[in-house]
């Protein structure tokens, strides 16, 4: 075994140990792989906690799952991973956990796609779903495919999520932020109200990322308000095999405001912007039972 393989082994080991401590997986879930050459992956093996993985459990495999080494079967969700490979020459790593909030929101189907964390926009842009499919079987990788040539972290309906990188802790990271990217903005979900970041600030994020050396897949998908935004339609534009090829993100026109809230439409926010008045706001129970506590609040 050369000295590469035994330290990738080793890194395998402790990114299965650090997500099992974090919670990202219960029992036997998740896995990981890494490209080890040009044909060959690093897997882990299937039926084992990844809290107590040891280096030479992993399996080799081949890029159409055959096994070559191991005394173990590579993992069930096997699939997926060669079909991320076979999309995305440039992905060294693959992580598959299902950590409970971003699960949550895979379960509840809600994507990660509202533009309110700055560094998440540069770094993963947004975070779609993936449709429901069956895991282990051929519908989960057809599933992947949808998203994976333009996202490097996606969340699996009903299942979990799924992260790539240039090496097995960067994809390790992109599931850390994806977690704790849905961690706040449950909180923020709970306490009533999201400021949205606007179009403009988003598209000047997205220039930022050359600026810090991220190499995002792809771009984020025209303004759904423009002709080419409407030509393509609410999923973004897609390949000839209905392939994403720009990140959906949930962006409003801000109108000179960088910041809008959630519970403004494009309609108010232009009113407020020329300068007219009675601007309606549609708000939901939960926002006008805030305002009015707010204010009761201030009374006292
Ligand atoms: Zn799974």
């Not at 050369?2 to 099992?20: C, F, K, N, P, Q």
């Not at 240039?166 to 990271?173: I, K, N």
């Not at 439409?265 to 805030?290: C, K």
Request: glycine share 8%.
């Amino acid at each position: 075994m050369t000295t590469v393989e035994s330290t990738l082994r080793a890194d395998i080991v402790e990114v299965g140990r650090r997500m099992y401590d974090r919670r990202f997986t219960a029992s036997n879930d998740g896995n990981i792989s890494i490209r080890l050459g040009p044909d060959r992956l690093l897997m882990t093996p299937k039926g084992v906690c990844k809290g107590f993985m040891t280096p030479d459990m992993m399996c080799i495999t081949d890029l159409e799952g055959k096994k070559l080494q191991g005394d173990r079967d590579p993992s069930t969700e096997m699939l997926m991973h060669l079909e991320v490979y076979r999309q995305r020459p440039d992905v060294q790593a693959v992580v598959h956990a299902h950590p409970p909030i971003a699960t949550g929101f895979a379960v509840a189907g809600i994507p990660l796609d509202r533009p309110v964390l700055a560094e998440v926009l540069t770094t993963l842009g947004s975070i779609p779903i993936a449709e429901y499919a069956t895991p282990s079987t051929k519908e989960l990788p057809e599933a992947v495919r949808k998203y994976i040539k333009a996202h490097d972290g996606m969340l699996l309906a009903n299942h979990g999520a799924l992260t790539v990188g240039s090496d097995v802790f960067a994809a390790y990271y992109k599931m850390e932020t994806i977690e704790h990217f849905a961690t706040i903005s449950l909180a923020a979900r709970l306490l009533g109200r999201e400021n949205l970041i606007a179009r403009d600030e988003v598209l000047r994020l997205q220039q930022l990322r050359g600026t810090y050396g991220i190499k995002a897949p792809a771009p984020i998908c025209p303004d759904p308000e423009s002709p080419e935004g409407r030509a393509a339609g609410p999923g973004g534009v897609v390949d000839e095999s209905g392939a994403a090829t720009c990140q959906v993100v949930q962006a409003p026109d801000g109108g000179g405001l960088r910041l809008v809230p959630d519970s403004l439409d494009a309609a108010s926010r232009a009113a407020i912007r020329e300068g007219r008045g009675d601007v309606e706001i549609r708000l939901t129970y939960r926002q006008l039972s805030a305002l009015i506590e707010d204010a009761v609040r201030h009374l006292k």
